[in-house]
């Protein structure tokens, strides 16, 4: 229920990486999570017993340093500095805006309130909140159908970070049936594109606790 560690997990599953994933609850605040990132966010990476690599923007960048630059035609990161300017914008539009204005209260009231105690801020959902999330809901998905409809890919030509962040974000909405797909179909022919790359298969495969997805978010074609 991380977008930006969905975003990295894509991103490591088209260059061909697979990693061991280890669950963590960074409310929890444990002693050795801290160790690794004092602000106790995710995703962290750690490769070959290294430094931790904290953030799914600079894990990507990272990535694109150490395996993009000898991918070629499947680099994820644009070629020219305007082109990449764009990508970066966009990684931070679905990573930090779209986190700010809707996924994070979607995930916290709807998920995580489940499994917080009270003293970690646990407890019934917020309907104040879960109501102005789905409002700003609608303002992204028209912004996402205005890409679609303007582009081949969301940052331009090519297949690039912009679409894996925004795809990892939505997967998560798309989940707990939040994104009304059929008021944006460009939207959805984009996601769908997406969606039947090899590396978002582990994420269709995945389960919530005690949260099932909605009936389509497995379906390739819906």
Same mark, same amino acid.
């Given at each position: 229920?991380?977008?930006?560690?969905?975003?990295?997990?894509?991103?490591?599953? %088209?260059?061909?990486?697979?990693?061991?994933?280890?669950?963590?609850?960074?409310?929890?605040?444990?002693?050795?999570?801290?160790?690794?990132?004092?602000?106790?966010?995710?995703?962290?990476?750690?490769?070959?017993?290294?430094?931790?690599?904290?953030?799914?923007?600079?894990?990507?960048?990272?990535?694109?340093?150490?395996?993009?630059?000898?991918?070629?035609?499947?680099?994820?990161?644009?070629?020219?500095?305007?082109?990449?300017?764009?990508?970066?914008?966009?990684?931070?539009?679905?990573?930090?805006?779209?986190?700010?204005?809707?996924?994070?209260?979607?995930?916290?009231?709807?998920?995580?309130?489940?499994?917080?105690?009270?003293?970690?801020?646990?407890?019934?959902?917020?309907? !104040?909140?879960?109501?102005?999330?789905?409002?700003?809901?609608?303002?992204?998905?028209?912004?996402?159908?205005?890409?679609? %409809?303007?582009?081949?890919?969301? !940052?331009?030509?090519?297949?690039?970070?912009?679409?894996?962040?925004?795809?990892?974000?939505?997967?998560?909405?798309?989940?707990?049936?939040?994104?009304?797909?059929?008021? %944006?179909?460009?939207?959805? %022919?984009?996601?769908?594109?997406?969606?039947?790359?090899?590396?978002?298969?582990?994420?269709?495969?995945?389960?919530?606790?005690?949260?099932?997805?909605?009936?389509?978010?497995?379906?390739?074609?819906?």
């Amino acid at each position: 229920m991380s977008a930006a560690s969905r975003f990295v997990r894509l991103v490591l599953g %088209e260059y061909a990486e697979r990693p061991e994933l280890l669950d963590e609850r960074p409310w929890e605040r444990r002693r050795d999570f801290l160790a690794l990132n004092p602000a106790a966010t995710l995703p962290v990476l750690i490769e070959d017993s290294g430094p931790p690599i904290v953030g799914g923007m600079v894990i990507a960048e990272y990535l694109d340093e150490t395996r993009g630059v000898f991918q070629r035609d499947k680099r994820l990161q644009a070629e020219t500095p305007a082109e990449r300017a764009e990508v970066r914008r966009l990684v931070d539009w679905f990573l930090a805006k779209l986190e700010n204005e809707v996924t994070r209260y979607l995930v916290r009231e709807r998920v995580f309130k489940q499994e917080m105690r009270p003293e970690e801020g646990g407890g019934a959902p917020d309907a !104040s909140a879960i109501r102005a999330a789905r409002a700003n809901l609608k303002h992204h998905m028209r912004y996402v159908g205005w890409l679609a %409809e303007s582009r081949n890919w969301l !940052s331009g030509d090519r297949l690039s970070y912009a679409d894996f962040a925004a795809a990892g974000a939505l997967s998560i909405l798309d989940y707990l049936g939040e994104v009304a797909w059929d008021t %944006e179909p460009l939207a959805k %022919e984009w996601y769908m594109r997406v969606k039947s790359r090899p590396s978002f298969r582990p994420l269709l495969t995945e389960r919530v606790r005690g949260i099932p997805p909605v009936a389509h978010y497995a379906e390739l074609d819906f």
